[in-house]
């Protein structure tokens, strides 16, 4: 879903809530409502969950003082998912070990998916960065995670299976020609699964993936593609900082434009 659409909803939602003093619930959507805003461009630091909805180290003093274990999830949730978006991968990994039992404790919330994927996701890319063997474990466990939950509800997760198996093939992507081929015809299954399935945040996700990878076996014109359309992607879902981010970063685009403008 648009970001800027999503925005509204939830602060349709939290005021409505407020309105009728349903502060429990409020509080349990205000991490999504934050991350929200961060993607959107309205927070100083858009990996840190504080801003107009929420501050990080208040609400997770609040979930003790509460003992409100879900709203302890769902902060670190959203905070290992703005990590990774802005590649801070150790820092995405720090949050999900926090909350890597959540599948156990709340089996049927929303989050679960979301955790294990950026979790997987995170995993691989810390195994590229440090070439620890424990990263790519933990990383193709969880690739075995989304190939079942593949079978039973398959436009789901079928790309994330695929984006995750594309990660993984890329650690070894430099070894041969073969193996480069192998990785290149992976990242094109991620992309591809994940636009024919509406999943555009994925879909800029996994071009972003591709680009990094085809920089680092030097296909310049490769990556500089997969990268612009991440950012046509990440502007299209409305994640006007991320967008901004890779500009600035990898296309050498001048940002820092009005984002108060819906």
Request: hydrophobic content about 40%; overall charge positive.
């Amino acid at each position: 879903q648009n970001i800027g659409k999503l925005l509204n909803q939830q602060r349709v939602s939290l005021q409505n809530l407020a309105k009728g003093k349903h502060h429990a619930p409020a509080d349990l959507i205000m991490p999504f409502h934050q991350a929200t805003l961060n993607l959107w461009g309205e927070s100083a630091d858009p990996v840190r969950l504080n801003g107009e909805a929420m501050n990080e180290d208040q609400m997770l003093k609040r979930s003790a003082e509460t003992k409100n274990q879900l709203l302890f999830y769902y902060v670190h949730l959203n905070a290992a998912f703005l990590a990774y978006i802005f590649c801070e991968f150790d820092l995405a990994a720090e949050h999900s070990r926090k909350i890597e039992d959540i599948g156990e404790k709340f089996p049927s919330v929303y989050g679960v998916n979301v955790q294990a994927f950026f979790d997987g996701l995170s995993s691989f890319a810390l195994a590229r960065k440090y070439k620890k063997q424990r990263w790519k474990k933990r990383g193709k466990k969880i690739t075995r995670h989304f190939e079942e939950w593949a079978k039973n509800c398959h436009v789901n997760n079928i790309h994330k299976v695929l984006l995750l198996k594309a990660e993984s093939a890329s650690l070894k992507g430099k070894e041969s020609c073969a193996k480069r081929e192998y990785t290149k015809t992976a990242y094109a299954s991620a992309i591809s699964a994940a636009r024919d399935n509406g999943f555009v945040n994925d879909e800029a996700i996994a071009n972003e993936r591709a680009a990094l990878f085809y920089e680092e076996i030097g296909e310049r014109e490769l990556s500089a593609k997969h990268m612009t359309l991440a950012h046509k992607l990440y502007l299209k879902w409305g994640a006007k900082a991320k967008a901004e981010r890779i500009a600035s970063e990898h296309l050498n685009l001048k940002t820092g434009g009005d984002r108060s403008k819906k």
